[in-house]
């Protein structure tokens, strides 16, 4: 596709819940992150992949927090037993090369709004 | 670890005057970015700077990056209300191959 697609737009589930976040990055991109953003507040790094391996995955809050890479594209998040704090939107982003390969613009999708209640 | 910080955290302007936010890292970067984020958008890529004290004009926006490489700026001049949205600034540190590390940005709003 054209951009960065995220599914679903909106989520609400409740509280002890799982819920799988999906991140599309843009056709050739090898570099792809995930952030979350609390309302009213920057980003918060999780997790980046180079590929479909995961060398920095210090941003992720727990262990109930996983996140996959398949055939160096899609991408998904994965949040078991839900929390009320876990309520944000997550962005997912991807650039043409990762951290080693100089400097690229990263380009995010719409993002995905958790809700837990 | 490396932190970026940008200030101020909020900014509420008339039309017409000119704005600033500063960003300001505790390592020296290779490069740093900036992004605008929309109300209710994502953020978008602004522009990039990688050398030692680059100054780079988008029409009203001029971006500066420090001597030092450690600092950089945003001046909107003559602010419109299509301006409105949180600016965000992130570096990357030149120790190894560093992750972008975002500020937490400078939200701008504008009472037209």
């Known amino acids: 596709g054209a951009g960065v697609s995220q599914s679903p737009s909106n989520k609400v589930t409740e509280k002890g819940k799982d819920v799988e976040l999906r991140c599309d990055p843009i056709s050739g991109h090898t570099a792809l992150y995930w952030y979350r953003q609390s309302l009213g507040q920057g980003l918060e790094f999780l997790i980046y992949?180079?590929?479909?391996?995961?060398?920095?995955k210090s941003g992720l809050p727990s262990d109930r927090f996983s996140a996959e890479r398949t055939g160096g594209s899609v991408s998904t998040l994965t949040i078991q037993r839900t929390q009320q704090e876990d309520s944000a939107v997550y962005l997912c982003a991807s650039s043409l090369h990762g951290h080693t390969r100089g400097n690229q613009p990263q380009h995010f999708g719409d993002g995905t709004r958790l809700s837990i209640l | 670890g490396q932190q970026v910080m940008q200030i101020p955290q909020y900014q509420h302007v008339q039309e017409g005057e000119d704005f600033t936010t500063y960003c300001n890292s505790s390592?020296?970067?290779?490069?740093i970015q900036w992004y605008k984020q929309r109300p209710g958008g994502h953020p978008v890529f602004l522009i990039q700077l990688v050398k030692s004290g680059e100054v780079k004009k988008q029409k009203r926006l001029t971006f500066q990056f420090g001597e030092a490489k450690k600092n950089s700026s945003l001046h909107i001049t003559a602010t419109q209300t299509t301006d409105v949205g949180t600016y965000f600034c992130a570096g990357r540190s030149i120790q190894g191959a560093q992750k972008l590390v975002f500020g937490q940005g400078t939200r701008l709003t504008i009472n037209p």
């Open positions: 390592t020296t970067l290779s490069n």
């Open positions: 992949f180079q590929g479909n391996s995961a060398p920095d």
